[in-house]
């Protein structure tokens, strides 16, 4: 058993703050690990790890297979094209078989929403979601509160603003979740069209207006523009879009001195940021990419049994 009270990670809206903060504090020794010069610890050694992946990504599966081997775990990766899934095998009946090859936890993106309920309702060993729909991305959320905390020395009292595709961002939902849960201030930034009917209701700020949503805040976190959106209506062009909400060097002077820029990854440079700012000072994306290993070893760890006291 885990040292969370779920044996699953599946969203940051039913993880309370307390366990938040214990995966925030966790990941901190993570770090250290992978500060060392021999970046690998046997803390899992002889568990097996499973990346599940439906949709295409790099980054998240690269970073969970690098965080199963720098605790001393066997990962294998899943090819969903080249397995019987391709042939007509249902979620359940490949979660099943994951299992019986002995399988010790599953991380599992797919682009439903839901998906990765369904497989944690199945097998009874521990489930990590990777980004399920547009419903919730918990690691990746993880991952930029953990930043936050360690650029602010506190998560409480920042004023975060989110810009970008709200109404299609699991990432953004996973955000609002865990950052309210730990009391800052969030601010939704986008296009009326891709902002969610109702997303008042989770307790944000919403603007159309950049110049008036950064205004003050201590952090601002971009989200890609995914280019298809381009071609069903949800903005008149790329151009226009970049032209009110990519986010330019004298939009800084209207937050707070000591902003951070954030960005989830991959990059659209010169569209959601200019190319001057994501290597600027004020950006933590490459840190981003590290810590986003040390919360993958942390969850790793605490969902497969580890010792509190180890």
């Given amino acids: 058993m885990g040292l969370l009270k779920n044996k699953d990670l599946l969203g940051l809206e039913n993880l309370s703050s307390s366990e938040i903060e214990l995966i925030l504090e966790t990941a901190k020794s993570m770090k250290d690990v992978l500060n060392r010069p021999i970046k690998k610890v046997p803390t899992l050694r002889g568990k097996l ?9 790099t980054r998240t599966s690269s970073s969970f297979s690098l965080a199963a081997k720098r605790l001393s775990a066997d990962g294998m990766g899943l090819s969903v094209k080249n397995s019987s899934v ?16 002995g399988a010790d936890a599953v991380v599992i993106r797919h682009g439903v929403p839901g998906a990765a309920k369904l497989l944690a309702e199945t097998i009874d060993i521990p489930v990590l979601n990777a980004g399920d729909g547009a419903h919730e991305h918990p690691t990746q959320a993880l991952l930029d509160i953990y930043t936050i905390n360690e650029k602010k020395g506190d998560i409480k009292g920042q004023k975060v603003a989110i810009v970008g595709d709200i109404r299609h961002s699991r990432v953004a939902r996973s955000n609002i979740w865990g950052l309210n849960k730990l009391g800052s201030e969030v601010r939704l930034i986008g296009p009326s069209t891709l902002m969610p009917v109702g997303i008042e209701r989770m307790g944000v700020k919403v603007y ?24 069903k209506g949800f903005f008149p062009s790329i151009k226009e879009y970049t032209k009110r909400y990519g986010l330019r060097k004298e939009h800084l002077n ?7 820029v954030m ?4 990059i659209n440079r010169g569209i959601e940021i200019s190319s001057e700012l994501a290597y600027g000072e ?11 290993v040390a919360i993958r070893m942390a969850l790793l760890y605490l969902l497969l049994g580890g010792s509190k006291n180890e």
């Fill in 49 to 57: 790890v499973v990346n599940l992946f439906y949709e295409p990504s």
């Fill in 86 to 101: 391709s042939k007509g095998e249902s979620l359940v009946d490949t979660a099943k078989t994951l299992k019986a090859l």
């Fill in 208 to 231: 159309t207006n950049l110049e008036e949503g950064i205004k003050d805040v201590n952090v601002i976190n971009l989200l890609r523009i995914q280019r298809e959106r381009q071609n």
């Fill in 254 to 260: 209207l937050a707070a001195d000591d902003v951070t």
């Fill in 263 to 266: 960005h989830p990854g991959p």
């Fill in 282 to 292: 004020e950006a933590v994306i490459e840190d981003q990419v590290t810590n986003g």
